[in-house]
């Protein structure tokens, strides 16, 4: 059972008893707004977050009956370490996701052989441009300190990356500092114009902390609680899908 919750923010809360409830509703919108994209244009992209959270939903999708031939998996946002590296967002997605069926989706990473981040954004901002026009859908996290992608509060580049003119689609950051972002401070991530264009949107919640967390956000600045900024931006396109 699930109750849709009003919201004055315009976007859809969804809340669910289990996790697993939640999970299967997360796979079912994800392969319908992907199967609608395919059958309008003929491909669909699919732009996805790293963490925990999202890994149910990674597993429940990849076998799937969907045309995964026609769409391209991409990030949202990446480390900067080997794409072995058990902290890495592709390694992560390799493993629960692009298996099974969803084995014959492309895929396009954010790691590069650049020696930085700053140094990958323009190849990777290429890379990624065409699969942005706009990303059919996007799977978000948050943070228990209000960040999504990689849009940490007191990083470098959270302005640059955030406001980023349309044209470009990937930004660095550097969350030297950053207690969220730990040993793993230099990450690649998708700009603000680039997720806010989005055709559909799913931030997948657990927990009565961050439920709390994403209703401050609403009330704070989105410099201090960044997944403001996508929450506003989105709009009625974003789907929030909690669970306790």
């Not at 319908?32 to 992209?45: F, P, W, Y």
């Not at 209703?215 to 960044?226: V, Y």
Request: one cysteine or more; glycine letters at 10%.
């Amino acid at each position: 059972m699930v109750r849709r919750d009003a919201d004055r923010m315009k976007h859809e809360f969804l809340s669910h008893a289990t996790r697993e409830e939640a999970v299967d509703f997360a796979a079912r919108m994800a392969a319908g707004v992907l199967e609608a994209a395919i059958a309008d244009s003929g491909r669909a992209s699919f732009l996805v977050s790293g963490g925990s959270t999202p890994v149910p939903l990674f597993d429940r999708l990849a076998n799937k009956e969907l045309a995964w031939g026609r769409v391209t998996v991409g990030l949202v946002d990446e480390r900067w370490v080997s794409p072995v590296d058990a902290g890495s967002n592709e390694r992560l997605v390799r493993h629960h996701l692009l298996t099974g069926r969803a084995g014959a989706a492309g895929f396009v990473p954010m790691k590069t052989d650049a020696p930085t981040a700053s140094d990958a954004v323009a190849d990777r901002g290429m890379a990624y441009k065409p699969h942005c026009d706009p990303i059919d859908l996007i799977v978000l996290g948050m943070g228990n300190d209000g960040h999504t992608a990689s849009w940490f509060p007191g990083s470098k580049g959270l302005r640059d990356a955030m406001q980023a003119e349309e044209d470009r689609v990937v930004a660095a950051i550097d969350a030297t500092g950053c207690p969220v972002a730990g040993s793993m401070p230099h990450r690649l991530t998708l700009t603000g114009s680039a997720i806010i264009d989005s055709d559909a949107a799913i931030l997948l919640l657990f927990g009565v902390e961050k439920r709390e967390v994403f209703e401050a956000a609403l009330k704070s600045d989105p410099a201090e609680k960044p997944i403001r900024f996508a929450v506003d931006g989105l709009g009625p396109r974003l789907t929030v899908i909690w669970a306790p």
